[in-house]
């Protein structure tokens, strides 16, 4: 299998079974306010048109986008839904034309058409999210963990201080090298860096071959220079 980061929250997943594009999130949301960081923009949309599978876990316009959805995904996709106790996903991904819908269950593997196994797991957030991701990756017993998803990056002047440039332990907005701190501090070295372009190959025997961004883009991001 193997696994691309597109940015935030996004993932292209690729089997011999069939390819998932999640959580695609490519255009400014809120007003503009929140823009994907790192910048997703070389990503070819391309890639990700012809998928067999989309999932979308939430309406947050940080992980659904309708104007990209809208002109670059094949609407005759299959859209994997998270089990939630409303349909309001449902109704707005109906609304941009996607017709082929199949309902999953919390924590149930499911098999799809071709042989493809999914388990998706649809929690509600709270306060301590890394310590609640941690809960995760220990339950689950993962060889290998890829924290991606954020943070958003805010570029209005009334929101700008939230973005974590002091590695403030108040703040919600935590990036993958906070998380990957926390892991750490934690005794867990089997997680990753996993920004925008990275690629990771993984294999039955739990090997795991990452591809990395160049390090000089790792130290631009890290470093937060423009």
Not at 52 to 67: A, C, E, G, I, T
Not at 101 to 126: C, H, P, W, Y
Not at 215 to 225: H, K, S, V
Request: charged share 25%.
């Amino acid at each position: 299998m193997r696994i691309t980061s597109i940015g935030h929250a996004g993932l292209l997943l690729e089997t011999a079974a069939g390819r998932i594009v999640c959580d695609p999130w490519f255009t400014p949301a809120y007003f503009g306010s929140w823009v994907p960081f790192p910048d997703n923009t070389g990503i070819d949309p391309g890639l990700l048109t012809h998928a067999d599978y989309l999932y979308v876990s939430h309406l947050h316009r940080d992980h659904f986008d309708p104007d990209w959805l809208k002109r670059h995904m094949s609407k005759d996709v299959t859209v994997l839904l998270p089990d939630c106790p409303v349909p309001h996903l449902r109704d707005a991904l109906a609304d941009l034309g996607f017709h082929r819908f199949v309902q999953t269950r919390n924590d149930k593997v499911m098999e799809l058409d071709g042989g493809l196994s999914v388990l998706i797991s649809a929690q509600r957030k709270r306060l301590n999210g890394m310590a609640r991701a941690l809960s995760y990756i220990e339950q689950y017993q993962a060889s290998h963990v890829l924290p991606f998803a954020g943070p958003p990056c805010f570029l209005d002047e009334d929101l700008f201080h939230l973005n974590d440039f002091g590695q403030d332990d108040t703040n919600v907005f935590p990036d993958q090298f906070a998380f990957l701190d926390f892991l750490r501090e934690h005794g867990r070295d089997n997680a990753h860096l996993f920004l925008t372009g990275t690629t990771v190959e993984l294999t039955p025997e739990h090997g795991c071959a990452v591809t990395q961004i160049p390090d000089e883009e790792i130290a631009r991001i890290r470093d937060r220079r423009p």
